[in-house]
């Protein structure tokens, strides 16, 4: 009885850390895929999405396959949303893509400058 029991701890830390690490994905909206690219204007247009750690660590870049799209806010969050992001960055957002982002739990902020000090805002402000 006292090994199930050990077992189902072990399962609920290693299951709260997974969802810690999930619950503080941040996406930054970048021109480039390194760290030090600089923020993009707008989130729906950007070349690319940097993924950030709760720790601010990059942990993945991919090229936004919705860059060149008429509407692509809409896609984009549903893309983000997928992948378990709470925070995007960007310059600036357009109505649709914060309404839609809103609804998945995903918070907007607005920030000039890299994509590193984008997270770094972002994890000190919460």
Request: charged residues 25%; proline residues 2%.
């Amino acid at each position: 009885m006292k090994a199930i029991s050990t077992v189902l701890v072990i399962l609920l830390l290693i299951s709260s850390l997974a969802f810690a690490e999930q619950k503080g994905k941040i996406c930054v909206a970048a021109q480039e895929k390194g760290s030090g690219a600089a923020v993009s204007k707008q989130a729906g247009l950007a070349p690319f999405f940097l993924f950030f750690d709760g720790k601010g660590k990059m942990t993945e870049a991919i090229e936004n396959p919705y860059k060149d799209k008429e509407g692509a806010g809409k896609s984009v969050a549903q893309l983000l949303g997928n992948r378990g992001v709470t925070v995007v960055v960007a310059e600036e957002f357009g109505g649709q893509i914060v309404e839609i982002m809103k609804g998945k739990g995903i918070k907007a902020v607005s920030f000039k400058g890299s994509a590193l000090e984008a997270a770094k805002k972002v994890l000190q402000s919460k």
